[in-house]
């Protein structure tokens, strides 16, 4: 089973608010990602988490703050968001990074509007 | 210069026609590549895996050539249901997506 699962689908947020985007996946990958994709355009990453560890932040603003609780779990937390925020949020997981081959596995997303 | 580049398209073409996507790609050091399929409003899915010179799934065949540095995905026998964004992606370290190629099957 290769599924990634994320919550919410959609989110409607003023620029003052806080809210969370979850991920979560069971299929023991030990690499976890965010990616940022406006509309026609490719995926962007924003964060890696190996080990549940961040491996890598892609100079993403200080108002986007991932965590990760545990191997299974991906939060992003948003607080002070801008309205060219709004975008489709991707959570993907892998075996490990740094493998060649590597494949990525992407949830649903959530849509992201923030007024 | 873009780490991986790709034709945007659209592509619009009849069913049952064969059609080509490219991609080119600057990193040397990419190892792998893939394609992976995006529907409208939806998640990327994987589509193929490129690991060598090639591999083929039913109507879909891909192609790496490292020598010249791009990789290409045939579909053949094109269906409807084929109508999406293709995007290419090569890992180098992380996962560089090109910008994708709609296609369309017209009936």
């Known amino acids: 089973d290769t599924e990634v699962t994320q919550t919410p689908k959609h989110l409607v947020m003023g620029m003052t608010n806080k809210k969370s985007l979850k991920c979560e996946q069971h299929?023991?990958?030990?690499?976890m990602y965010w990616y940022k994709q406006k509309a026609k355009k490719p995926p962007e990453l924003m964060f890696v988490?190996?080990?549940?560890?961040?491996?890598i932040n892609e100079s993403v603003p200080s108002r986007f703050s991932p965590e990760c609780p545990n191997s299974s779990l991906l939060n992003l937390h948003l607080h002070a968001l801008q309205p060219e925020d709004s975008a489709l949020y991707l959570c993907?997981?892998?075996?490990?990074?740094?493998?060649?081959?590597?494949?990525?596995?992407f949830g649903p997303g959530t849509r992201l509007l923030v007024l | 210069r873009k780490e991986v580049e790709q034709d945007p398209g659209p592509f619009n073409v009849p069913e049952g026609a064969t059609v080509a996507f490219n991609c080119t790609y600057s990193n040397s050091a990419s190892q792998s590549f893939f394609w992976y399929r995006q529907d409208c409003r939806k998640e990327p899915k994987l589509l193929m895996s490129?690991?060598?010179s090639g591999n083929e799934d039913g109507r879909f065949t891909a192609q790496l050539n490292r020598a010249s540095q791009y990789i290409s995905l045939l579909i053949r026998d094109s269906k409807l249901s084929d109508s999406a964004t293709y995007l290419c992606?090569?890992?180098?370290?992380?996962?560089?997506f090109g910008s994708g190629t709609q296609l369309t099957v017209l009936p």
């Open positions: 993907a997981s892998s075996q490990m990074i740094g493998r060649a081959g590597e494949t990525q596995y």
């Open positions: 299929m023991g990958h030990r690499a």
């Open positions: 988490y190996s080990y549940e560890k961040l491996s």
């Open positions: 490129v690991y060598s």
């Open positions: 992606a090569g890992f180098g370290g992380q996962l560089t």
